[in-house]
């Protein structure tokens, strides 16, 4: 038993001392970085300092723009609008300038790649429409939520959509979103449906004009009948009275449809549709604007690794020799 005891006493020592000399050490290799950058103070100052004035000159001269273009597809064409804009990134990694000249782009060079996705609107997806709550509802319960409103199944059916692309200066409506809106509703399969729907929606709305005056008269009908009858009979019939406010009902809900049609026929007068547009923001993504942080990290990183560099070499060159 003494023994055993010995021997755990002499195992934890063992680690007590090699715990010891790890802490040891690391405070040398603290000790030493420091001792090092004091013997290069001078370097690294410079090294900062011409790595913020270059980094702030690279953010002052930087001349990319963010635009954002909101658009809304018309009569199924999601997937068409995806592979339109999947089109433009193609020809634009081909630098198939020519292909951009024919479509009405100016300055192809300064142009960045397009990108698209949904605004996700799960209001907007359910709103009026009784199938979408009880899908959502239904897949809801299978996974999770957030998940299926950012899916492809789902985001590709939100109404509203954003066209994203950067430009190396400034840009007129007419020189990118012009050209890009016609080239995408440049489909003769789609124009052909859009002129079918257009023509049944004026056809419907002028036949609930029709059926909006017809009412009127049977209304006016019923008021005289009315007041005759009040004249000589004080008896109220309660079913005349119950066809009256169907009619009036029905009135109501034709006017209603009137006017979703006429905001179907704004709405829908192009395959796909621009609701906004908003053009030269400075662009804050990714590294612009940042350049005067990144870049003295980079160069203290390259000088960094250039001394220990120098130094392995050295000390292997010591050991061979």
Excluded: W
């Excluded at 010891?20 to 001078?42: A, E, P, W, Y």
């Excluded at 509703?185 to 023509?199: A, C, G, P, R, T």
Aim: no cysteine.
């Amino acid at each position: 038993m003494s023994t055993n005891s010995q021997d755990q006493e002499i195992d934890l020592g063992q680690v007590f001392q090699k715990i010891n000399g790890l802490f040891q050490s690391l405070v040398d290799k603290i000790f030493d970085g420091i001792l090092f950058i004091k013997r290069n103070s001078i370097y690294i100052g410079l090294i900062l300092i011409i790595g913020l004035g270059l980094g702030y000159y690279m953010d002052k001269t930087n001349k990319t723009y963010a635009h954002e273009i909101i658009v809304t597809p018309n009569y199924g064409s999601v997937d068409y609008l995806y592979s339109k804009i999947a089109l433009l990134n193609a020809k634009k990694i081909e630098n198939d300038t020519l292909f951009f000249k024919e479509l009405g782009f100016k300055n192809i060079k300064k142009l960045g790649s397009i990108k698209i996705e949904p605004i996700i609107d799960i209001y907007k997806f359910i709103d009026g429409n009784p199938e979408n709550f009880e899908l959502i509802k239904l897949m809801a319960e299978e996974g999770d939520i957030t998940k299926i409103m950012e899916g492809d199944i789902t985001s590709k059916n939100y109404p509203y959509h954003l066209i994203t692309f950067s430009t190396n200066g400034n840009t007129e409506k007419k020189n990118t979103v012009e050209p890009l809106l016609k080239f995408l509703n440049d489909s003769e399969y789609f124009s052909v449906i859009k002129e079918q729907y257009l023509e049944n929606q004026k056809i419907k709305l002028t036949a609930n004009d029709s059926i909006i005056k017809q009412i009127d008269k049977l209304v006016e009908g019923f008021s005289k009948s009315a007041s005759s009858a009040s004249r000589t009979d004080k008896m109220v019939y309660i079913s005349d009275n119950n066809q009256i406010n169907e009619i009036i009902t029905t009135k109501n809900n034709l006017i209603k449809d009137q006017g979703d049609i006429k905001i179907s026929l704004l709405n829908s007068n192009q395959i796909i549709k621009e609701v906004s547009a908003t053009l030269n923001v400075k662009a804050t993504k990714g590294l612009n604007g940042k350049m005067k942080f990144v870049v003295p990290v980079v160069f203290l990183f390259l000088f960094f690794a250039f001394i220990f560099l120098k130094n392995f070499y050295q000390n292997q060159s010591a050991k061979r020799n």
